[in-house]
């Protein structure tokens, strides 16, 4: 068996398939890893019981690109690191004058509301805690755990390299998606930052984690662990630094290593 302590994921892309689902064959090897697994995902609050709903207990998470650190068993934010008012109105400011047709949005209450533009697509979620904005400055009126900015023309990896470029080291800027979506966390906070403040407070270091990921997002993340492994499906900048590599999401290939791994 070898010498990991914890397992750490992402999801969208990696633990779970096209469909968003986890697969029997995942399901039934995340069942017999012998050591914790923590879920490191984009993803806020809300949208956590999509997975939780599918498997036999919750897990540790770590949301909002580290932003939030969630023990779902006492339903209870363990630490929040948002961005502050006074940088959410430096950065939309910047946001506005350098992208012409940016739309704008930001995770609020932990992740547990999304307040967002008119401008903005609302591709899926439908409810009570999504709601558009009437003035712009709501976006700022409160911290937020994630800022998002979108354009409808840009290339996905043109625009992230121009929100950094923009932002500078006033804030960490990382996408997920495969469209023009840049995700903007205060300074500092990555996936891994999340990671390790959770792994010191279990007694668990850096070597001792094996950690999957699909998109730039993961790359703090995989640099991070012990062993970095990236699907088959990730993205090439993501490969780059990886240390190893698996099967795509579709074919089980985070649930394919850790039975390797783990001699299940």
Same mark, same amino acid.
């Given at each position: 068996?070898?010498?990991?302590?914890?397992?750490?994921?992402?999801?969208?892309?990696?633990?779970?398939?096209?469909?968003?689902?986890?697969?029997?064959?995942?399901?039934?090897?995340?069942?017999?890893?012998?050591?914790?697994? /923590?879920? /490191?995902?984009?993803?806020?609050?809300?949208?956590?019981?999509?997975?939780?709903?599918?498997?036999?207990?919750?897990?540790?998470?770590?949301?909002?690109?580290?932003?939030?650190?969630?023990?779902?068993?006492?339903?209870?934010?363990?630490?929040?690191?948002?961005?502050?008012?006074?940088?959410?109105?430096?950065?939309?400011?910047?946001?506005?004058?350098?992208?012409?047709?940016?739309?704008?949005?930001?995770?609020?209450?932990?992740?547990?509301?999304?307040?967002?533009?008119?401008?903005?697509?609302?591709?899926?979620?439908?409810?009570?805690?999504?709601?558009?904005?009437?003035?712009?400055?709501?976006?700022?009126?409160?911290?937020?755990?994630?800022?998002?900015?979108?354009?409808?023309?840009?290339?996905?990896?043109?625009?992230?390299?121009?929100?950094?470029?923009?932002?500078?080291?006033?804030?960490?800027?990382?996408?997920?998606?495969?469209?023009?979506?840049?995700?903007?966390?205060?300074?500092?906070?990555?996936?891994?930052?999340?990671?390790?403040?959770?792994?010191?407070?279990?007694?668990?270091?850096?070597?001792?984690?094996?950690?999957?990921?699909?998109?730039?997002?993961?790359?703090?993340?995989?640099?991070?662990?012990?062993?970095?492994?990236?699907?088959?499906?990730?993205?090439?900048?993501?490969?780059?630094?990886?240390?190893?590599?698996?099967?795509?999401?579709?074919?089980?290939?985070?649930?394919?290593?850790?039975?390797?791994?783990?001699?299940?």
């Amino acid at each position: 068996m070898a010498d990991f302590r914890l397992v750490a994921s992402d999801i969208d892309g990696t633990l779970i398939n096209s469909e968003r689902r986890l697969s029997p064959r995942t399901l039934d090897v995340l069942a017999r890893v012998p050591v914790p697994v /923590v879920i /490191v995902t984009g993803r806020p609050l809300r949208w956590l019981d999509q997975l939780f709903e599918q498997l036999p207990a919750p897990l540790p998470a770590i949301c909002a690109n580290g932003a939030v650190i969630y023990d779902p068993h006492a339903d209870e934010v363990l630490r929040a690191q948002p961005l502050p008012v006074d940088l959410l109105l430096e950065v939309t400011k910047r946001l506005r004058d350098a992208v012409p047709d940016v739309s704008l949005a930001v995770e609020v209450e932990d992740g547990r509301a999304f307040l967002h533009e008119d401008t903005w697509t609302i591709r899926w979620e439908h409810d009570r805690r999504v709601r558009v904005i009437a003035a712009p400055e709501e976006l700022t009126l409160v911290p937020a755990v994630k800022l998002l900015a979108r354009s409808s023309t840009a290339d996905p990896d043109d625009f992230l390299e121009l929100v950094s470029r923009t932002l500078g080291d006033r804030a960490e800027a990382t996408r997920s998606s495969s469209s023009a979506l840049v995700e903007i966390s205060a300074a500092g906070v990555t996936k891994a930052a999340g990671l390790a403040w959770f792994c010191e407070r279990e007694g668990v270091t850096a070597d001792q984690v094996v950690a999957f990921g699909d998109m730039p997002n993961d790359i703090p993340l995989l640099t991070w662990a012990g062993r970095g492994v990236a699907v088959g499906n990730a993205h090439p900048a993501l490969r780059a630094i990886a240390d190893d590599m698996t099967g795509t999401n579709d074919a089980d290939g985070v649930a394919d290593y850790l039975a390797s791994l783990f001699n299940l």
